[in-house]
């Protein structure tokens, strides 16, 4: 392990209009511990750390990938990994020693969970009416910079499923035989659920 392996690999996740270059989602990640660099210097924080750097990056980036093919780009020392989708760009950013495949991997499952969430329809005014399951995929995918998920059928499992039923606990008399039998029955419901889940 080298170094400078962290597993806060994610620096942002950005969803950009490929139109104009406006903002549909953003989001930027701050390690919560700052290595020191070799040197024994502190390494920096996030370069993009007020709303204004963060703009003229994205301006920069989406006008850097308008009219490229690929989908890996080394653009202000980081890593960039891109997908065009209609007319949105959406951009993993990590660091510059972090590991491509990886960063591929959380672009992939990003993308492909918005495809499965919206019926393939992956489109600026799908994601702004469905903000919030784009923002629960993304919190599934990536925690503080650091990848948790990259199955879209997990991540989809997870942000679309159906709030379950609250059990009345009043109702269950935790003295009588029934009463425990009952309490049980619902542990064991649960304990299903989670194990279902990979929690």
């Known amino acids: 392990m080298s170094p400078g392996m962290s597993l806060y690999s994610v620096n942002a996740i950005l969803i950009l209009s490929s139109e104009d270059g406006s903002r549909i989602f ?11 660099n ?5 390494a920096t924080q996030n370069p993009y750390a007020d709303k204004t750097a963060q ?70 005014r799908t994601i702004v009416e469905n903000y919030d399951l784009v923002s629960l995929a993304v919190d599934e995918i990536c925690d503080d910079g650091v990848v948790l998920e990259t199955d879209p059928t997990i991540i989809v499992q997870r942000c679309s499923k159906a709030p379950s039923q609250d059990v009345n606990l009043s109702r269950i008399d935790p003295f009588s035989e029934q009463g425990v039998n009952n309490l ?11 194990l279902r889940q990979g929690l």
């Open 26 to 36: 953003t989001k930027y990640y701050n390690p919560p511990h700052q290595a020191a």
């Open 55 to 124: 703009a003229r990056f994205e301006k920069a980036l989406l006008q850097k990938t308008a009219k490229q093919t690929g989908d890996i780009l080394l653009f202000d020392n980081r890593i960039v990994l891109y997908k065009m989708e209609s007319d949105v760009a959406i951009y993993v950013v990590g660091g510059v020693d972090e590991n491509e495949i990886l960063l591929y991997n959380v672009l992939l499952a990003l993308r492909d969970s918005l495809h499965l969430l919206f019926k393939q329809s992956v489109d600026k």
């Open 184 to 194: 049980a029955q619902l542990g064991k419901a649960k304990l299903t659920d989670w």
């Open 38 to 42: 070799p040197g024994g210097a502190p």
